[in-house]
């Protein structure tokens, strides 16, 4: 038996499996994104979100996504993403050369995702790629964590949030220089983890950075 395979056995035993999440399985992505609350703003400059992270079913999916590596939940949320990509390519890409895009999850450091056994937002983009068949984004890890920073929840303020973030990223600029990249992360709350990647990013050669998540 594989360690992300006890891991999930010991949080089904911890956390025995809710009806909201039962009732999320059986949801299809048309449903969930007609029910769930829509964010109010943008979580930062150039981000953005498709939910709320208020809405108590969204947050449940992405603790699935998050600490289980639940797929149906990754398939269910990278469905609504694909199609919002979609939708923002065809409004934004002909009024700013945003063309041929690198999708990019923010990743983990290698701690963390071996403590984890996956890293969630690779998981959509996996999905994202499915979906897409790479009619329209090729996938690109040229974004790596070389810094085991701490918990962002710890964070007192953005400000300790920036700190804690500061010089966690390494892009390949040989992949990214003169690309156009789309982030993907699960949740953002100040944006912080974001910025510091699109600061990585465009301080290796990217020309433009955009960020979706699922909630903020």
């Known amino acids: 038996m594989s360690l992300v395979t006890l891991f999930q056995s010991f949080l089904d035993l911890l956390f025995p499996q809710k009806a909201s999440v039962r009732e999320l399985l059986q949801m299809d992505p048309f449903n969930l994104a007609s029910r769930a609350e829509k964010p109010e703003g943008r979580a930062g400059k150039a981000m953005l979100s498709c939910f709320s992270y208020r809405d108590p079913l969204i947050r449940q999916a992405i603790w699935e996504l998050k600490y289980r590596g639940n797929k149906k939940v990754a398939t269910l949320l990278a469905t609504i993403l694909h199609d919002e990509l979609l939708a ?7 009024l700013t050369n945003f063309t041929d895009p690198l999708l990019i999850p923010i990743p983990l450091s290698k701690k963390r995702e ?4 996956f890293n969630q937002c690779r998981l959509l983009v996996d999905e ?10 090729t996938l690109s890890l040229a974004l790596t964590k070389i810094k085991d920073t701490a918990s962002q929840t710890k964070a007192e303020n953005r400000e300790s949030r920036m700190k804690n973030l500061k010089n966690c990223f ?13 982030l993907i992360d699960d949740v953002a709350t100040t ?8 600061r990585t990013l465009r ?3 990217a020309r433009k950075v955009i960020a979706f998540t699922i909630a903020h």
Request: glycine letters at 14%.
């Open 88 to 94: 923002f390519l065809e409004e934004y890409a002909p």
């Open 114 to 117: 071996r403590e984890r056994g």
């Open 128 to 137: 994202i790629m499915r979906l897409d068949g790479g009619a329209n984004f």
């Open 170 to 182: 390494s892009a390949d600029a040989e992949a990214v220089r003169g690309r156009n990249i789309i």
């Open 191 to 198: 944006g912080a983890t974001l910025e510091e990647a699109r």
């Open 203 to 205: 301080a290796s050669g």
